[in-house]
C-alpha cells in the first residue's frame, strides 16, 4: 500500500518522542501517550496560500493530506468569517472583538474541519467504513463526509441528543446508533469495537484516525491569523471538550511563527466550559495539573466530556501563555446565545454561549485585557440547540392582517 | 440627502422602460409595472472580481451598493460552494451536476443576498427599521442583517411556519409578528402599512426596498459562472416561489456576456415547484401567459407564494430558453430531500427538495438533456424544515454500550 500524506512523515509521541510510521495508531507502545503527525514542512509563502482555494484546502502543504487533496469528494469546510464584532465588543466593553463563526461549514460545526482530513487518512488506510463517538455534530459531519466519499457510515451518539442532531445524523444515510449511556460511555465502547473483528476496516475519525483527525483543528490557527492580516491575535477564547481543538489551536500559531508567515507576538489562550461539565476549569481554579472526571450535566452537549483526553495540555498551554479556564452556567449560556445573535446576527449552539459568556465573565473578572485584541469562537449552529432557546421561541405578537390590530401590538 | 448607489444611476420599469431618480419606489406611475434598477457600467474585469473578497462583494461594481460597501457592518453572504455532484448525477444519469448550495450563506439561505442590498438601500434612505413579509427564511434573514447593521427590525410572517424558522427570526431580536393567514395576505398587510404612518421610515426589504434587494439574486449567477471557469452553464433548475430569484439569474447571466465576462453561450432555464402552490408550473403546462393565483397547501412553506408577482416573467424566460417550469409532490420533495443528502451530504430544506425533485422528472420526461452541463440550486437549510423528515430521525438502533447488543444489530 502506497501512503500519501503529502508533508506528514511519520507519527510522534506527544509524551516521549517516540517515531512512528504514518499508520492506523493512536497511543504509543512505549508510554501510551497520544500520538500526533510530524512533519517535514518545504518552504511555504503567504502568497502560495493565498492562492489557494477558499477552504482548508489552501493550507493542503501544511496538513497531513495529499498534495491533490482537492480533486477528491469532500466537504471542502472551512475559510468560514472572521466576524468584526464591534456591537459586541461595546457591550462587553471589549475595544477589538472578533467572531470566528464555523456555524458556516458544510454541515455547520467545525467538525468538518477534522473530518475532512480523516477521510483523506481511510482512504489512504483503504478503510470502507466512517465512524466515531459523538456528541451529536461530529455524526452529522462524519455521515455527510460519508456520502460524498461514498464510503459507509456508522457513527455512535449517547441517545439522549438534541432532535436536530440525530435527525441531520441520520438523513445522509448510513448507520446511527444511540448508545444508552454518556458521550464516555459511547468513547470506550469504540475503543471496544476497533478491537473486535466487526470495526475491521473501520475508520474511526476520533479514535484510529485521531493523529490525523485531530491536525484539521489547526486550520482555525491559520484562518484567524491570515483573516487578520497575517497575525497572531493578543487574546482568543476557545471551547473545551476533550480539549484537542485548544491545544490544536496553539500548535498552529506555532507552526505560522516556525515557517516564519507572521511575527512572533505573545497570545493569551482561554478555555471555556460549561459548569455542568468542568473538569478542566475546576483543575484550573484549583491550581491542579491532571483533571478528575465529571458526570456531566448541561446544556451544552456538544462540550459534555466529562473526561477530556487532553485536558492537561489545556491546563499546561492556558498557564504558559498567561490565559485562563473559566466555566459558566446554562443560564448564562443561553443570556450569552441571545446576546451574541442580538449584537452580531450570528446564531451560535450552546457551546458559543458557552465561549461569549466566559469571555464576559473574564472581562467582568479582570482575567482578560478589554483593550487587547480578542477573538471568540462559535463552533457550532444555533438551528441544533432550539430547546436552549425555547422560551421566547415564539412571535411578538400574532394578529389578523389590519392595521387596527397592529397599531394595537405596538 | 446624498446618496450612494455605485454603479446604478436610477430606476426604470420593466414593462414600459420609464426611468425614475434612485429612491424608496418600486411600482411605475405610468403603468404600475415594476421597477429595477438601472445601471452605468464602468470596465470590469475578470481579475478584478477574483481580488474581492469571497463573498458577494466580489461583484460590487455590478450592484447598487456604494464602492465601500465591505467595510460597513453586513452579513457578507455568498460564495457558497458549487457542488461537484458526481454521486447524485450518476444516480440521476445526468453526466455533469452541480449543485449551488445556498445553505452556506449566514443565516442559510439564499435571502441573505438580497438582504445585504436592501440594508445598503435602507442606509441610503435613512430608514431606521427594517422589514419584510417573509414565508420564514426571509424573516431571519432580515433580523439578523438588522442586527449587525444596528437597525431596529420589524418582521412579518404567516402564523403556521416551522417552530425553527420562527425561534430563528426572533432571537435576533427585534418584533416578530404572525399574521393569521397566507404570505399572500401577510404581504398585502405590508402595503398597507407602507402608506401609513406606522410603517414612516421603515425599509421593508420586498416591497419598497425590492428594486434594491431583488438585484442581490444576480450574485448567483455571477458565482456560478465564476465558479464554472468564467463560463455559463447549460441548464439550470431553480425554485419559483415569487421567481424574482429566477428573473435575476437570467439578467445575471446577460449581464455577464455583455460585459464580455463569459462567452455568449445558450443556456436554459428550469423553474421548480411544488404542486401545492404550482400557479407558474400550472400556467405554463396549460400554455397560457398569465399566472392563476392559488392557495398554497405544501410542506414547501418557503416558495408558499400563492400570486407570485414574477410568475409571467418566469413563463417568458422558460419558454425563451428552451427550459420549462415542472412541479413535484410533496412525498417526492421527501424523497430528493434525502437523495440528496445521502449522495452529496447536503441537507436542503424542502425547497431544495423542490429543485433535486423536479431535476429529477425533468430527466425521466425527457426534459431536460442528461448531457448537457446542469446546476440544481438548493436555496436553504434542511435544519429549518426537520419536520419534513420526521419519519426515520431517529437513530438506526439504540443499545447498551455492548459488542454484543452491537452484534445484535447487524
Redesign the interface.
Known sequence: MSLDFGPATGLSCRECGARYPLGPSFACLECFGPLEAAYSFGAVSRADIEAGP?NIWRYRSLLPVPEDVADK?N??PG?T?LV?A??LGRKLGVKSLYVK?DS?N???SFKDRVVAIAVEAARNFGFHTLSCSSTGNLAGAV??????A?LDACVF?P?GLE??K???A????G???????SYD??N??CS??IG?P?GDKWGFVNVNLRPYYAEGSKTLAYEIAEQLGWRLPEQIVIPVASGSQLTKIDKGFKELVALGLVEDTPYKIYGAQALGCSPVSGAYKAGHDVVQPVRPDTIAKSLAIGNPADGPYVLDIARRTGGAVEDVTDAEIVAA??LL???????AETAGGVTVGVLKKLVETGQLDPDAETVVLNTG????T?DA??D????????????DA??A??
Open positions: 477558499a469528494p466537504m471542502n475559510w468569517p468584526k464591534g456591537n463563526d458556516a458544510p454541515t455547520h455521515t455527510a463526509a460519508a456520502a460524498r461514498g451518539i441517545a432532535a436536530a440525530i435527525a441531520m441520520r438523513v445522509f444515510g448507520r446511527l446508533i444511540g448508545i444508552e449511556g460511555e459511547v470506550r465502547f471496544e469495537l473486535d466487526m446565545i441571545r445573535a442580538s449584537t452580531e446576527g450570528v446564531f449552529d444555533g438551528l441544533k432550539l432557546i425555547a421566547g421561541a415564539a412571535p411578538t405578537a400574532v394578529i389578523r392582517p389590519s392595521l397592529f397599531r401590538t405596538v
